[in-house]
């Protein structure tokens, strides 16, 4: 399949399943989908969180019940780049976390061979550029927002002997056209929403001969309303929002033991607080309240409902049972772990859709381009590179 194919065939796809995927699992307070109730009820809490670790099998799962669902194994597939991964000396990890090393090696493997210099965007502490600069990048320019990052970074190459200079910069509000030549290498990992997509703007723009990113958090520093990039997925009758682009992003590593403890302790109290706020007011429909440190979840059921309404400005009862409203919500976590499962059987899909707008947008471009995986989700499950090349003029 070409990328405009497989966009077609899932943007298709998506459109025809999205009762499955396009709502809010807090909004149920039973299944919605009267198909999938018998599964559904009969998966203990334990298979949920077991099919939730695993989308092949969640495709299978579901086969029998969703249709298409059989097609998206296909769909989301990407060719893996794999590499032997190079070994660095101990000062250039110096700083950098066991997975995220990792990371680094397998997305610096990943890229073209080029000694072009390198422009590095949301470069953090320049921890890629200085691997970069260390395999013989000419020059290494790296762009950050957070001046004391920038410090951190400048003194560590120096500290290095690594030809990197820093620029500190808020790429959505400053003049950054001239962050960019025709003779760089474009270069991000992880840079969230619009700060990727104005970093695929410029680049295009200077005609920078190679674009290499992975991009991350589709929904940040965006409008609401997805605004999409490409012909192609500009006419898409997909409307997507906020809510759906964070659906892409909701197949993580597994988390420790303790915070998956605290998660199942937080939605119980927020959907419990809900029942207990729709019993008061009359209203309906699920109404969120902050994020909230987690320590107030080592505190008491009732000590959470106290602070959810202050926030909300909701007088409570003195004679409140609250035993009886964590029921409920103990009860409603059940149906909202049912629920988000059917969701995130299209978590990938949506987060492929998602990318390869952008990859066709870079086609338009006068690119060839390419989208690949360049390692395992174990290291992380935001494991895409796009990787573009300036088409050179036919003669």
Aim: hydrophobic letters at 40%; aromatic letters at 10%; a neutral charge.
């Amino acid at each position: 399949m070409t990328l405009t194919e497989q966009f077609s065939a899932l943007d298709s796809l998506l459109m025809n399943t999205r009762l499955y995927w396009q709502c809010t699992a807090f909004d149920f307070d039973a299944l919605p989908w009267p198909e999938l109730h018998a599964p559904l009820s009969a998966l203990s809490d334990q298979a949920v969180a077991e099919l939730d670790s695993d989308q092949e099998q969640l495709y299978q799962f579901f086969s029998s019940y969703i249709p298409a669902v059989e097609q998206l194994s296909r769909l989301v597939s990407l060719p893996a780049i794999t590499n032997t991964r190079k070994e660095y000396p101990f000062w250039i990890s110096n700083g950098i976390k066991g997975r995220k090393f990792t990371q680094l090696q397998d997305f610096v493997g990943a890229l073209p061979i080029s000694n072009q210099p390198v422009l590095e965007w949301c470069a953090g502490k320049g921890h890629l550029g200085r691997m970069l600069a260390f395999n013989g990048a000419q020059s290494v320019h790296s762009v950050e927002l957070q001046s004391h990052l920038c410090e951190q970074g400048k003194k560590s190459a120096q500290q290095q002997g690594l030809a990197i200079q820093f620029s500190q910069a808020d790429v959505l509000k400053d003049s950054i056209q001239d962050f960019f030549s025709p003779h760089t290498h474009a270069v991000a990992l992880h840079a969230c929403g619009a700060l990727h997509q104005t970093f695929m703007h410029q680049a295009s723009a200077a005609k920078v001969p190679q674009i290499s990113f992975s991009p991350c958090c589709y929904h940040l520093f965006t409008d609401n309303n997805y605004q999409a990039m490409s012909e192609h997925a500009q006419q898409s009758r997909l409307n997507l929002t906020h809510r759906d682009l964070k659906l892409a992003l909701q197949e993580t590593v597994t988390a420790p033991s303790r915070v998956g403890k605290v998660r199942k302790t937080e939605v119980e109290w927020r959907l419990g607080f809900d029942a207990l706020r729709k019993s008061l007011t009359g209203e309906l429909g699920y109404v969120s309240v902050p994020s909230v440190n987690k320590a107030i979840f080592s505190d008491s059921f009732a000590a959470f409902c106290n602070w959810a309404a202050d926030k909300k400005a909701l007088e409570l009862p003195k004679d409140i049972d609250y035993n009886k409203f964590l029921l409920i919500g103990q009860a409603r976590k059940t149906v909202t772990e049912r629920v988000e499962l059917v969701r995130h059987v299209f978590r990938r899909a949506i987060e492929v859709w998602l990318v390869l707008d952008r990859a066709l947008y870079l086609q338009q471009q006068g690119y060839d381009v390419s989208v690949n995986t360049f390692c395992e989700k174990q290291l992380t499950p935001r494991n895409i590179l796009i990787l573009a090349s300036l088409k050179t003029p036919s003669t």
